[in-house]
């Protein structure tokens, strides 16, 4: 007997943006774990990923661990569903991170969990590039070495035998039926006459792809809305195209993150087994309940029991590298799986994942299209970011050309250098050549007076030791003339930060009824997984380690 493959996809797309007002840019990369491995595809791989893991395992570790705190700042009692995708929020910040200094980027680094001084500012910016690069990238050499992906048999039946007379279904050949698409784009919309530093534009272009366009916010404000409204619709395929209604006459500079996701599911769900299943959101003996179409397949799936949570947990795998992972406690309620994210940190997801192992599963998954739209400003502003949106206190002049150099600038002759010529790290080298050293700005000196000064250069400004106390003193960037061009406002801060999700789980297609039937008999699943209440879910890249989406799903209406 042989039936059709049907083709059963997820679809995620996600639009961050943010308003700076007084921009605009985009990326991509990734990484995963060692062990020892025989085959000389196995060693292959082991010596590409040993080559970077440990500081790009670091980066990515900080995506999941950051989706952690966001999670526990955006608990709502009323919320259906606070789903929302960690690497689009990791790249819309991280290019914050890289225009930024002063408050501003301690904060930063701290919400992002980057700073314990592990990694310097050059390791953070090339770990996210290379992180968003592989994301997005379909090389064989990028295969994962996730542990249970090495042993994907369940030894359920006579495998050899039974294929005989149930092979396994083909491939799907429709054009459209790609088997795993992640699309990332950053967009930078900044005001006409806007001057970006040329470090900044390079290194944006450069680590995260980013993309500017020039627009007039004050004179057509409407027709800018339009634009990058019309650019969001493009870049997810029209899930997501009314991310912004207004802008406001102080803004200089828009960042849009956008994430697209698409994937075959890498077994199919059996579309004529999908009927009506109860759904209880307030657990089994609660109220509220109700009827949700509900997928089924059975199959080989990675499978945990975190006996000391009460958790069980499954891997539903797509294909090339992507799984959903359902984290579902045992008489599941909204308030087991909000505990859950205390729980979740990277280290605790990896460890899950590393002793999963394959088994026999019947899974029943509700049908899925949730949304979620949400302010990431008062989420961030809980978890101590809080220079970034003052109009006093915000340092993101790194952003902006600036008058700051004495000579017009010398270029570098590698623009990742620039990642290490900052004010910051200027001072560190001070401190540890003279403990004793009192920071002494100077203004309008060039890199050469600078150095025979016995200073350091970092970014335009030159750091000297004092002599004394009384030699010290601190500088004030507020004044328009610190700024080439003529930049509208004396301040440069972030006004807003938006974050939209939407998502669809289903199956469509069709499949051969008998067959069907007759497969579902002749499997006895070692495990039962009828997912009817609430979950916490993660859709993970295996290569990278980034979670693509991250969110407790109390409705799946």
């Known amino acids: 007997m042989r039936f059709t493959r049907s083709t059963q996809w997820v679809l995620v797309v996600v639009a961050t943006l943010l308003t700076i007002a007084s921009g605009q840019i985009s990326s991509v990369v990734r990484q995963p774990p060692s062990q020892q491995y025989s085959s000389p595809q196995q060693q292959q791989q082991a010596a590409r990923q040993q080559k970077y893991s440990g500081n790009i395992n670091l980066v990515s570790d900080s995506v999941t661990n950051l989706a952690q705190r966001i999670a526990r700042a955006i608990s709502n009692q009323k919320s259906k569903t606070e789903i929302f995708s960690p690497v689009s929020i990791a790249g819309a910040l991280s290019l914050l991170l890289l225009g930024s200094g002063g408050q501003t980027q301690k904060e930063l680094l701290k919400v992002m969990g980057l700073d314990t001084g592990a990694l310097s500012f050059q390791d953070i910016h090339l770990g996210f590039g290379r992180l968003f690069q592989d994301l997005v990238s379909n090389e064989p050499s990028l295969e994962p070495l996730v542990t249970w992906r090495q042993n994907d048999k369940c030894n359920r039946f006579d495998e050899e035998e039974d294929d005989e007379d149930y092979p396994l279904p083909p491939a799907a050949n429709s054009a459209n039926d790609t088997q795993v698409e992640i699309h990332l784009a950053n967009g930078i919309f900044a005001q006409d006459g806007t001057a970006f530093d040329d470090r900044y534009n390079a290194l944006a272009k450069k680590l995260y792809k980013s993309e500017l366009q020039y627009l007039d916010f004050v004179g057509s404000e409407s027709k800018s809305v339009r634009t990058i409204n019309g650019w969001v619709y493009n870049q997810t395929r029209g899930r997501i195209g009314d991310i912004l209604s207004n802008i406001s006459p ?55 029991l975190w006996k000391e949570e009460n958790v069980r947990v499954l891997g539903v795998p797509y294909q090339q590298n992507v799984t959903m992972y359902i984290f579902f406690p045992n008489d599941s309620t909204r308030a087991r799986v909000t505990a859950l994210h205390e729980k979740l940190s990277a280290q605790t997801v990896n460890e899950i994942v590393t002793k999963m192992t394959m088994k026999s599963v019947s899974l029943l998954l509700p049908q899925m299209h949730v949304s979620n739209a949400f302010s990431l400003k008062s989420a ?26 004495g000579d017009g600038g010398e270029e570098l002759e590698d623009i990742f250098e620039a990642l290490e010529d900052t004010k910051e790290n200027a001072i560190q080298y001070l401190m540890k050549q003279n403990p004793n050293c009192v ?7 060039d890199r050469v007076t600078c150095l025979k000064d016995s200073c350091r250069l970092g970014g335009d400004v030159c750091v000297c030791c004092a002599d004394s106390d009384d030699d010290f003193r601190r500088r004030r960037r507020d004044t328009a003339t610190d700024y080439g061009g003529d930049q509208a406002n004396s301040t440069i801060y972030v006004t807003e930060m938006l974050h939209k999700v939407d998502l669809v789980v289903n199956e469509r297609g069709t499949e051969g009824g008998a067959a069907t039937a007759t497969l579902i008999d002749r499997i006895s699943s070692q495990i039962t997984f009828l997912v009817n ?7 993970r890249e295996e290569t990278t380690r980034l979670p693509l989406f991250y969110g407790s799903i109390f409705s799946p209406k």
């Open 250 to 304: 102080e803004t200089i500079l828009l960042i849009v993150n956008t994430l697209y996701f698409r994937g075959l599911w890498e077994e199919p769900f059996l579309n004529l087994a999908t009927r009506p299943r109860r759904f209880f959101p307030n657990g089994p003996d609660g109220p509220g309940s109700f009827d949700v179409p509900t997928m089924a397949k059975s199959g080989c799936m990675p499978y945990y």
């Open 380 to 405: 961030f502003q809980q978890m101590g970011l809080y220079a970034l949106f003052d109009r006093e206190t915000a340092d993101l002049y790194h952003l902006l050309t600036s008058k700051r150099r």
């Open 439 to 445: 920071v002494l700005e100077k203004q309008g000196v």
């Open 533 to 539: 209440g609430p979950f916490l879910m993660i859709i």
